[in-house]
Structure formats: structure tokens, C-alpha cells
């Protein structure tokens, strides 16, 4: 069954369609992704603009695949004006896409982007790990991420940050976080992103349990309790 998505326009989107919204129709099941490609097939021009553009699906920030239903509203975000500050914080259970994060931070007058994707690992503490399993406090984790957002402006002058953690069960190699930093020179770009996870790490409530053949473990303060506890 076909379903019907309001789109808007902003910005250099705009003058180029030459429309501030429209009504797309597309079929059951699309996604974000496939509605990008039909704009851009009815607007080449759109082609390198569109593709770096962040999708929102009902204001809030969404992935290529995620899927669409009939009456969502859904624009393009445009790079947003030179130089102006960009912060992008989220704690979600979705796959996480670096393109993302960059394409928020992106700007004409920076030359650098910095990205760490942290992944899980299968070795820790030399045991074999099957799996990871996040949990946070997800209002109290971005309040946290924009304390780390205000040191690293502090510290580097660096103003465009976005930094995504995962939560749920991850498999070894699935990204858990992913930041990313925009700046006109790498070397304040390079110190960002290494004090955003640092700092991460210390002050946003995100607790991680690590699962193993014969059990599974909080890593924390308790975790050496809790190991030998299990072995026992």
C-alpha cells in the first residue's frame, strides 16, 4: 500500500527545488534512504548537497534505514550556516553510522573531521568475550555529553561535536559509540575527539556488563568482586 510523506525544504534545498514542502508518494515499507534517492532523481543538482544532508523524520534525527509511515514529515537538514556551533548528542539502541555524526559536523571552514568509531572487542582482561550489554541513563548521558562539549570549546576551540553512543546487546565488532569533531586544522581536531572519549568514559552515566562463555560481568568498581564471585 502506498504511503504518503510531507516533505520539507530548507535553505539551499529550497531555492533549488524551489519549493518549501511537497508531498512525496512512495511504497509500503520505504526508507529514509529511498526517499533521499527519489528527491535527488527529481533534483540532480541535489546530488552532492543531498547526500551529505542529515535527514530528521518528525523532528528528531534518523538513519538511512529507517523506516517510514504514511504521514511523516521528513526534510534534509543542509550543512548549517559557516562556522556556527554544531552539537549532536544521542544515546540510542539503533546501529550506529558514522556518516551521520560527520555529516552533522560537517562545514566549508573546516578542513578537518575526526571520527572514533569505538567497537567491541572479543578479548578482554584475557577472556573471550560473546557480548556486550550497555545500559545508561540516557537524560543524564547527553546533559554529560554537552559538559564534555563545553571542555573541549574550552580547551581546543573546537565547536562541532557529535557524539552517539549505543545501549542494548552487542556483538563483538558491532560500534558502540562514534564521535566526531570538525575544525579548520587537525591537530585541535585530533585533541578533541581524544578528550571527548576520555572524558566519556569518566563522567556519562553508561555502565557496560560483559558476557563470557561461563558468565558475565558489570565492569566497574565491583567487577573483580564479581568475577571471582562467578568463578566460585
Known amino acids: ?73 521528513v526534510a534534509f537538514i543542509p550543512p548549517v550556516a559557516g562556522g556556527a556551533p554544531v552539537r549532536l548528542f544521542d544515546v540510542t539502541t539503533d546501529v550506529l553510522d558514522a556518516r551521520r555524526t560527520e555529516s552533522a559536523v560537517r562545514d566549508p571552514s573546516c578542513g578537518a573531521i575526526v571520527t572514533f568509531v569505538g567497537e567491541v572487542r572479543d578479548v578482554a582482561r584475557g577472556e573471550s568475550v ?22 573541549i570549546v574550552a580547551k581546543t576551540g573546537v565547536d562541532r561535536i557529535a557524539i552517539v553512543h549505543r545501549t542494548g546487546l552487542l556483538e563483538p565488532g558491532d560500534a558502540s559509540v562514534v564521535i566526531s569533531v570538525a575544525s579548520p586544522h587537525r591537530a585541535e581536531a585530533f585533541e578533541a ?14 555502565w557496560k556488563k560483559e558476557h563470557y562463555a561461563d558468565g558475565s560481568v558489570w565492569i566497574g568498581s565491583e567487577a573483580d568482586y564479581q568475577r571471582d564471585r562467578r568463578r566460585r
Open 1 to 73: 500500500m502506498p504511503i504518503t510523506i510531507h516533505l520539507r525544504h530548507f535553505a539551499v534545498i529550497r531555492e533549488m527545488t524551489g519549493t518549501t514542502t511537497e508531498d512525496v508518494t512512495l511504497g509500503d515499507n520505504a526508507t529514509v534512504a529511498e526517499l533521499q534517492a527519489n528527491l535527488i532523481g527529481r533534483y540532480p543538482g541535489l546530488s552532492s548537497i543531498g547526500r551529505s544532508a542529515v535527514p530528521m523524520v518528525n523532528h528528531g534525527y534518523a538513519k538511512p534505514e529507517t523506516r517510514l509511515n504514511d504521514g511523516d514529515e
Open 193 to 206: 575527539a581524544r578528550h571527548a572519549i576520555e572524558r566519556l568514559k569518566e563522567l556519562v552515566p553508561i
Open 130 to 151: 560473546t557480548a556486550l550489554d550497555y545500559e545508561a541513563y540516557a537524560e543524564a548521558a547527553v546533559v554529560q555529553m554537552n559538559v564534555i562539549a563545553d571542555e
